[in-house]
């Protein structure tokens, strides 16, 4: 039986022997293999243990103050951040941003048991759907007797998802007013 030391020789061998034995395994040229075998390395193993990395704590190794973060931010916000595009955030995206939305969504939702009112789908991917047009009745936008819970396969049958027409308030040919 053959015994194999830590470091990948063949009990009985020289270093120049394994050298060569180990350069063949691992695919590189047996003088490179000498040097790791004669530091007592196995070029197999990879890093060393009980050894650090230069890199060890480097990343992340300082703190900004508040202070600091704040005058960064203050520095790089609107026109002079270098991705500004000239102010052009769509409506929709800064309404559905706002505090006022989340709650008004998350509300629709309790109300509904995180259940989709179509198939009965309980959990999953959900979407508060607005009943009226929130672009064309934005008095109704946050108003939760406007809103029902769908899930996202039923949400996309409804008559106004995405750029469809709206034809006002149904969901696959039904009325949807309680």
Known sequence: ??????????????????????GILSGHRHRGIY??????????????????????GTKGS????EKRRKKISESLKGEKNPNWKGGITPRRKA?????EYKIWRKSVFERDG?????????????????????????ELRFEISNGITMCVKCHRLTDNWGNKKS????????SQRR
């Open 114 to 138: 995180f259940r989709c009112i179509v198939c009965g789908e309980t959990g999953g991917e959900l979407n508060a759907h607005h009943i009226k047009k929130s672009s064309k009745f934005p």
């Open 1 to 22: 039986m053959v015994k194999v030391c830590k470091d990948g020789r063949i009990q009985g061998q020289t270093n120049k022997e394994a050298g060569d034995h180990l």
């Open 35 to 56: 040097k790791y075998i004669k530091k007592g390395r196995n070029p197999n193993q990879g890093f060393q243990k009980g050894n650090r990395p230069w890199n060890k």
């Open 167 to 174: 034809t006002g308030g149904e969901v696959n040919g039904r």
């Open 62 to 65: 300082y703190k900004l103050s």
């Open 95 to 99: 309404i559905l941003d706002t505090l």
